[in-house]
């Protein structure tokens, strides 16, 4: 039971690249959520997925799109990476009613030069 | 929108003696409060959580006080240990969906041996 795995862990993108970052959960959950940690700014929603085959906008969705492939899978993609999205990026899971806990992965830690 | 506000930024304790961590809400309807604790380097994990029902919780040296007139909660940590070094973020949402969780910006705590 590995939980919600994330990858890659660690990549440096030059502005303009293209990548996607890549999340399962093996909890069954119904809802997932891609998050951006900032310094001295928090944990901030970028977007999720409530059930297979939804998503919506969270608190920054501007320069990001996501894919729900299916129950297990949600990834994150950077069109044009900026360097205003050197971040850490957390993918995290859920059942989706306030009060469940959320679990994340580990991190993935990305520099735009 | 839901405001999350923590104090302080940073706290750095001696060992054995107690941290105090505070947050405040700014949506009424906010129901749900967790906090999450994350180590250098590593996923954010929840370690307490109250509803707002309970004035207060309790888990070991760990404790949650809520003051839903006041709208803030805080976070109580007894007889600190090297390990409680972390930064640690309060959340608060309504009872809805766990997208609507927002976090604050996080408090490091540091144990001084």
């Known amino acids: 039971n590995a939980g919600v795995t994330q990858t890659p862990k660690f990549q440096v993108l030059k502005t303009g690249q293209s990548m996607t970052l890549q999340c399962a959960q093996d909890?069954?959950?119904?809802?997932m959520y891609w998050y951006r940690q900032d310094p001295g700014m928090g944990l901030r929603l970028i977007y999720y997925s409530a059930s297979e085959g939804t998503t919506d906008k969270g608190e920054v969705p501007n320069g990001y799109n996501v894919s729900r492939l299916n129950k297990r899978e949600f990834s994150l993609r950077l069109e044009s990476a900026a360097p205003s999205q050197t971040s850490v990026y957390f993918c995290?899971?859920?059942?989706?009613?306030?009060?469940?806990?959320?679990?994340f992965g580990e991190g993935s830690w990305l520099t735009v030069v | 929108g839901e405001n999350v506000e923590q104090h302080p930024s940073t706290l750095s304790v001696q060992e054995g003696d107690s941290a105090v961590i505070k947050c405040t809400y700014s949506d009424s309807a906010s129901n749900y409060f967790p906090w999450y604790k994350q180590e250098l380097g590593k996923r954010p994990q929840l370690i307490i959580d109250i509803r707002s029902n309970v004035g207060e919780k309790k888990d070991q040296r760990i404790a949650v006080t809520l003051n839903k007139t006041a709208k803030h909660f805080s976070l109580h940590i007894t007889e600190t240990q090297p390990e409680d070094s972390a930064v640690y973020f309060c959340?608060?949402?309504?009872?809805?969906?766990?997208?609507?969780?927002?976090f604050g910006t996080g408090t490091r705590l540091t144990i001084i041996p």
């Open positions: 909890m069954n959950h119904n809802s």
């Open positions: 995290a899971s859920s059942e989706r009613l306030s009060g469940n806990t959320i679990y």
């Open positions: 959340a608060a949402s309504i009872d809805f969906g766990n997208e609507k969780l927002t």
